[in-house]
């Protein structure tokens, strides 16, 4: 089955504890993204990767960082997470010349 | 920054009536995409509906379609016989040609009363 797959799909943590969420998809897929949901505010890049080891700052980059060194995986790495990065996190991924991204299930991240 | 507005927050709709959910954009490039994704109580994002600006058409898929007015920059998404199911969040989106960021607006919350 094609999918993208996050872990964890929810997390409690405390100020400045480093994290990372994983994400994978076996779609073979060209690019890749991480967003965040907040209410109100609808869904933000984060980051995005246009293949292995090509990434680039999306819209609301501070805070993380990120990594492509397969293919399929695309973990979103908080060092020093703080309260302002609570919230719902997806991954996405698309194919080259393909119009439809796939999202995750979606990460909860809570930050106290 | 492209910027899509969903000027509904919130919308009650009676089962087996259809409901339109607004979407403006803007953008100066003449090639982009439009997406309309649903996100249930369960908080995945499923996708609905695509338009591409040089489709001559609206889009259709099922019980979706794509009322697409290029000169206006609008993609509202109707939907109808409304069934429980479709008690959701829905989300515009909208994305240039050779970008690889999709743009949301903020969201609209549809009820589905029987």
């Known amino acids: 089955e094609a999918q993208v797959t996050q872990n964890p799909r929810y997390l409690i943590t405390v100020t400045g504890k480093k994290l990372t969420v994983t994400c994978s998809q076996n779609?073979?897929?060209?690019?890749m993204s991480w967003y965040r949901q907040d209410p109100g505010l609808g869904l933000r890049q984060i980051y995005y990767?246009?293949?292995?080891?090509?990434?680039d700052k999306g819209d609301v980059p501070e805070g993380y960082k990120v990594s492509r060194k397969e293919k399929r995986n695309f973990p979103l790495i908080l060092e020093s997470p703080s309260p302002n990065q609570t919230s719902l996190y997806f991954c996405a991924s698309r194919g080259q010349g393909l119009h439809e991204q796939y999202f995750g299930p979606g990460t909860r991240l809570t930050v106290t | 920054a492209q910027k899509i507005t969903q000027t509904q927050p919130g919308m009650f709709v009676q089962e087996k009536e259809a409901v339109t959910l607004d979407c403006t954009y803007d953008?100066?490039?003449?090639?982009?995409?439009l997406f309309w994704y649903k996100q249930p109580s369960s908080g995945e994002m499923i996708f609905l509906i695509y338009q591409g600006s040089y489709d001559q058409q609206n889009a259709t898929e099922g019980r979706y379609s794509l009322n697409f007015q290029k000169a206006r920059k609008s993609a509202n998404l109707v939907i109808s016989a409304s069934q429980l199911g479709d008690s959701a969040m829905y989300f515009c989106?909208?994305?240039?040609?050779?970008?690889?960021?999709?743009?949301f607006g903020a969201g609209t919350t549809v009820t589905v009363r029987a």
């Open positions: 990767s246009m293949n292995v080891e090509v990434t």
């Open positions: 779609m073979n897929h060209e690019y």
């Open positions: 989106a909208m994305r240039r040609a050779n970008d690889y960021k999709l743009s």
């Open positions: 953008t100066s490039d003449p090639s982009y995409g």
